[in-house]
């Protein structure tokens, strides 16, 4: 495919706040096992007691797409959820 201006242009706007994946960690699930962090430690914290957390609204930067699907897969209590 032959990346011209329009098609860039259409990257750029696909590419915006609303249709970021973003991801979520309810805490009433998670059980501090920690495997989040092993597959996407660029968007999954621990707290002092080892469990998860996302700095800001969860959204997942540019690239770590599969990375975080990941951790939402094995995440053993089922507790991160992602959008779209
Ligand atoms: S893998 Fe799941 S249960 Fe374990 S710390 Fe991460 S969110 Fe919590």
Known sequence: MELNRTTTSCALWW?????AVKVRVDPAKCQAHGECTTHCP???RLDDWGYA???G???VPDG???SAQSAV???P???ITSEP
Do not use: I, N, S
């Open 42 to 44: 660029e968007v999954f």
């Open 15 to 19: 590419r915006t706040e609303e249709t």
């Open 53 to 55: 957390y996302t700095d």
């Open 73 to 75: 897969e094995a995440c």
């Open 77 to 79: 209590e089922a507790a």
């Open 57 to 59: 609204d969860g959204q």
């Open 64 to 66: 770590l797409e599969e």
